[in-house]
């Protein structure tokens, strides 16, 4: 907690709660008595009503997650997509974030990096997601509950390869914090091994792909990117095959990057 989120909470009128028997405690621990109101992913559009209310008159309304940023995987879209289209002003006080936290320690590229939250819960949608992002040059940031995180890895190491690195973050800033740096098949054995690396609040962290675009002709993507213009990516990456005489199934992977851009 900084000092400025402290002084935020104690001068408020309200603070809405992901769950308030969670924040309590914290709020305690720092001596604020502000009334609080719940506000989750599954509060109906009441309850958005109601903060919206409080803000027409005057009031002043903090959101806080249960841990880390609010909308950063944790609910509060709606209500802040609300209050910016009805001109309340929206101001952030920056703190704790799991995903910005273990990037800066994954000694992975951090100069371009992308977060894609949750994966899908089912293996075969996953591997989808996944395979839309095997070209991606970036580093990629998702959070992952502790029972998927075994099947999670096992899918990563199919479609990416278990050679390309990786790195995970669990239970940040909290008692039994671990980081684990590897392969991601490396990383898959090393929390198979240890049921305690498959518990608590997980981020993964995966480098890109270093070798997206290589053995393509030089001007592949050049092509590929005009004719993306005007047609859809399987058009586009088969006609570019036919001009360049470069690989059907690399080329609309390089697709998929472009359009993931």
Known sequence: MVPRAVSTLQSVSVIACEDTRHSKKLLEYFNIDTPCIAYHDHSDQKSTEKILNRLEVGESVALISDAGTPLISD????????????????????????????????????????????LPAKSTQRQKVLQTLKCVTDTLVCYEAPHRILATLQDLSDVFGCDRTGFVAREISKTFETYLHGTLGE??????????????????????????????PNDA????????????????????????????????????TLQNK
């Open 75 to 118: 609910p509060g879209y709606r209500l802040v997509a609300r209050a910016r289209n009805e001109g309340v002003e929206v101001i952030p006080i920056p703190g704790a974030c799991a995903a910005i936290s273990a990037l800066s320690v994954s000694g992975l590229p951090t100069d371009k990096f992308r977060f894609i939250g949750f």
């Open 187 to 216: 990383l898959l054995e090393q929390i198979k091994a240890d049921s305690n690396q498959q518990r608590g609040e997980i981020v993964v962290v995966i480098g890109g792909n270093v070798t997206a675009g290589e053995g393509l």
């Open 221 to 256: 993507e050049k092509i590929i990117k005009i004719l993306m213009k005007d047609s859809p990516i399987t058009k586009a990456a088969s006609l570019t095959a036919k001009i360049t005489g470069g690989d059907k199934k690399q080329l609309y992977q390089l697709a998929l």
